[in-house]
């Protein structure tokens, strides 16, 4: 797997952070074309995900 | 290889393979496991800024069955399952839990039930999702053919603002871990 660009974060780091970060954004605006961005990555991830996940076929396993 | 004899009940309660994928981008990061050791399933994803992570992973056990014919069983699935998500204003988080059976001669998955499917997008909450897997799938099994049954975690997150998401089914509670799968013949 690649290297991660940024440490883990977790649920109680998140809230953390979005508390920090609230009271500079306040209720932000979401860009459509970056959330496009993000929606046919994840589409693309999800197909490769269900490609790599699945289980090898009789005989081949290494 | 574990050879089933067609109409004998069976209960696995080791796991003997899984396969895991993680991927990322942007200022996202992913982590995934199989650990059969625990017959456990980790997967985490999270992203601060624009980005997301995706992750899955499955472990189970793979059998061949011996006799003439085929016959109908049910493959009892027992375990848990649980996830903790951030999706924040500007982001989304998914987790989902499957268990399946998956013909290995045929090269198909011939039983499929989602267990759990947890969607959360543009909130401030922190979601707690799963619980008992406790499922089972009704299949034709067939003597000669070669199957493996599975429990499979799979999730997701985006962030496509400037806040943090993260969608975490990884430690302690917050895994995957199946305790048997039992082939029960009909």
Not at chain 1, 20 to 43: A, F, H, N, R, Y
Not at chain 2, 120 to 148: F, K, M, P, R
């Amino acid at each position: 797997m690649a290297k991660n660009t940024i440490p883990k974060i977790t649920p109680e780091e998140a809230q953390k952070i979005n508390k920090e970060l609230m009271p500079l954004w306040g209720s932000p605006e979401i860009d459509p074309e970056v959330k496009q961005q993000c929606d046919e990555w994840q589409t693309e991830a999800r197909l490769t995900r269900e490609k790599a996940l699945m289980p090898s076929r009789q005989g081949e396993l290494q | 290889m574990t050879q089933i004899a067609l109409g004998t009940n069976t209960t696995f309660t080791t796991a003997g393979e899984g396969e895991y994928w993680d991927s990322h981008w942007g200022l996202g990061g992913a982590r995934s496991l199989a650990d059969l050791s625990y017959r456990r399933n980790e997967i985490s994803a999270w992203a601060v800024g624009i980005g997301g992570g995706s992750a899955g992973a499955w472990n189970g056990r793979r059998f061949q069955v011996t006799g003439s014919g085929s016959r109908f069983a049910y493959v009892d699935f027992y375990g848990t399952a649980h996830c903790s998500s951030v999706p924040s204003l500007t982001g989304s988080t998914n987790w989902q839990v499957d268990v399946v059976v998956y013909d290995s001669t045929l090269d198909s998955i011939i039983g499929n039930m989602n267990v759990f499917s947890a969607s959360h997008s543009i909130s401030l909450l922190t979601y707690t999702d799963g619980g008992n897997i406790g499922n089972s799938v009704l299949v034709s099994l067939q003597a000669g053919h070669e199957y493996v049954v599975y429990v499979k975690t799979t999730g997701d997150c985006s962030q496509y603002g400037t806040f943090a998401s993260t969608m975490a089914s990884d430690s302690g509670n917050y895994t995957t871990t199946w305790s048997s799968i039992r082939i029960r013949w009909q």
